[in-house]
């Protein structure tokens, strides 16, 4: 099992940066990639940013420039930095990690954290 713990979330002005943080645990060998997506009330959930084992990154093209992911050297802490936030990235944002089931046949499985809120006022 894969447990994920989002945090740093707040209220911002426009053209404010924050950082949030999600803290992994239990079979982090097992997984393959982490992310975040996030999703505003009433919308479909929305991919913002990936990195996998090998440290390889994507980041949705519409958020490049604003957002990093990166990943703490313990490789325990996933982050997402937003910087120039605007009040469009007013959302919640979870943390997700694709991982490989304990049984062969139970192939990939997504993990999600509570969320965390971020709000970017005007």
């Known amino acids: 099992q894969v447990q994920l713990v989002e945090s740093g979330g707040g209220l911002v002005q426009a053209g404010g940066s924050l950082r949030l943080s999600c803290a992994v645990s239990?079979?982090?060998?097992?997984?393959?990639?982490l992310g975040w997506y996030r999703q505003a009330p009433g919308k479909e959930r929305e991919f913002v940013a990936r990195?996998?084992?090998?440290?390889?990154?994507i980041h949705a093209d519409s958020l490049k420039g604003r957002f990093t992911i990166s990943r703490d050297n313990t490789r325990n802490t996933v982050y997402l930095q937003m910087n120039s936030l605007k009040p469009e990235d007013t959302a919640a944002y979870y943390c997700?990690?694709?991982?490989?089931?304990?049984?062969?046949?139970?192939?990939?499985?997504?993990?999600w954290g509570q969320g965390t809120q971020v709000t970017v006022s005007s």
């Open positions: 997700n990690a694709v991982a490989w089931g304990t049984r062969q046949e139970d192939g990939l499985l997504d993990y």
């Open positions: 239990g079979s982090i060998f097992r997984i393959n990639a």
């Open positions: 990195i996998t084992r090998d440290d390889t990154t």
